[in-house]
């Protein structure tokens, strides 16, 4: 890694979270592959070695400054605990493979400490993958490519934020394609609103974008109860992140945006109506995050929410994040116009892992072409893995998708909450979602 700001912004704004509400909270990570990944002996020791140099990063005096200067929603004990903040992988990581190479990865420790972890982790597995095992690929027309796509996204008059630290093919892909996007972006009445990359939102003077992830509200719910979580999490949220709890330069500054799906968007709906704590926080809050099951459907439920609470929901807006590429953001840009609500759009894999199986791979390849380039050649798959809260205080945490067969944490839990929230257990086909 670059840095140690580069993580996505909701890796902090959670750890400020877990300091505040639950500093003393020991949890566990673990590791799914959704496809079937090989680890041969080189490429897992340059895994641990990777891990391992996690421990040589510190925030600079520089990095601090900028972070209380451009992201005030930050607390400023915070800040100060992240320049003290060192990870210890010889103590927090487990890394294994079995006879075949498949990977094995848990993470344990104090929540506060271990948090950070995700996000490098899952780009080291990513990085090291490429460069020891999938290796017919090289970094021809990244930049163009994606200078391509914003120009379409640009000209369609949609908003859109990169959001592909997590599973990026290299960092020097995420630089190609962040200047490629950057470019593009200026051909219309769209915009790009920032990047989840902290680091790289620094080095190009973006917008560091993003807000919660599902684990804030799975350990929520597991240390405060499954009745009622959804709200119980926002309002914890709010406490720290609302304003005047810091003053709000711009709206980027606001981050109530409700992600709905960790135990169902319908669950979640039926919190928010179900009390006026709920209702207030509704109204109040920018928007929704939809990041999985049915688009169409999600957008149309929560105009039925707003209109049922007197709110316009032209002054609402929500930010799909569920495997988008450039034609599924002009869909769903239309989905919601049609529905008369605003969108913007928060885009990963396919913006920072879209390559070309490359029979004869070039490491002079270039980034700003695409002569030669045939969009029906095969691809290099990006890869499909996750690393997700597993436990927290030795209490199961579970993820309920709005795709119902796709679930997180250990079944029997997934089965228990399942019925305690009424929805249909005979959908798994378990684990992850």
Not at 40 to 69: F, G, T, V
Not at 188 to 198: E, F, K, R
Not at 210 to 229: K, N, Q, S
Not at 248 to 276: C, K, N, W, Y
Request: one cysteine or more; glycine letters at 6%; a neutral charge.
């Amino acid at each position: 890694m670059a840095s140690l700001l580069d993580t996505d912004l909701y890796k902090l704004t959670m750890q400020a979270a877990v300091l505040r509400h639950f500093p003393d909270a020991h949890v566990a990570y673990r590791f799914t592959d959704r496809g079937a990944l090989r680890f041969p002996p080189a490429a897992r020791q340059a895994l641990q070695a990777a891990i391992a140099r996690l421990a040589q990063l510190a925030l600079s005096d520089a990095e601090a400054q900028w972070l209380r200067q451009q992201c005030p929603f930050l607390p400023a004990s915070y800040v100060d605990f992240l320049r003290s903040f060192r990870f210890r992988p010889a103590e927090q990581v487990r890394l294994d493979t079995d006879a075949e190479g498949k990977l094995s990865v848990q993470v344990m420790g104090l929540w506060r400490e271990v948090i950070l972890y995700e996000v490098p982790l899952m780009a080291a597995i990513c990085e090291v993958y490429y460069t020891h095992v999938d290796t017919q690929w090289d970094m021809r027309g990244q930049r163009a490519r994606a200078e391509q796509k914003a120009r379409t996204l640009a000209e369609a008059g949609i908003r859109f934020s990169e959001f592909g630290t997590r599973r990026r093919r290299s960092y020097a892909t995420h630089v190609a394609v962040l200047e490629g996007l950057i470019r593009g972006a200026a051909a219309g009445p769209g915009a790009l609103m920032g990047t989840s990359n902290v680091h790289l939102a620094r080095l190009y003077n973006l917008v560091p974008i993003g807000t919660v992830a599902h684990e804030w509200p799975m350990a929520v719910a597991a240390l405060r109860g499954y009745d009622g979580a959804n709200v119980t999490a926002l309002r914890l949220w709010e406490q720290l992140f609302a304003p005047p709890a810091f003053e709000a330069q711009s709206p980027a500054h606001d981050l109530r945006i409700a992600l709905t799906d960790t135990f169902s968007s319908e669950v979640f709906f039926r919190d928010l109506m179900g009390s006026e704590e709920g209702k207030q926080i509704a109204r109040s809050w920018r928007g929704l995050r939809q990041d999985s099951g049915d688009p169409a459907h999600f957008v149309r439920r929560a105009k039925e929410v707003y209109n049922a609470l007197g709110v316009d929901s032209r002054q609402k807006f929500v930010v799909f994040s569920d495997g988008l590429n450039v034609a599924r953001c002009l869909e769903l840009q239309k989905v919601a116009q049609d529905v008369d609500i605003g969108a913007s759009f928060g885009i990963g894999t396919s913006l920072t892992n879209d390559f070309a199986a490359v029979s004869s791979p070039s490491p002079e390849a270039d980034v700003d072409s695409l002569a030669g380039q045939d969009d029906s050649a095969p691809r290099s798959k990006a890869l499909n893995i996750v690393l997700k809260l597993h436990s927290i205080e030795g209490r199961a945490c579970v993820k309920i998708s709005d795709e119902l067969s796709k679930n997180s944490g250990d079944p029997s839990e997934v089965a228990a909450v399942k019925r305690r929230f009424g929805i249909d257990v005979a959908a798994d086909a378990t684990e992850d979602a």
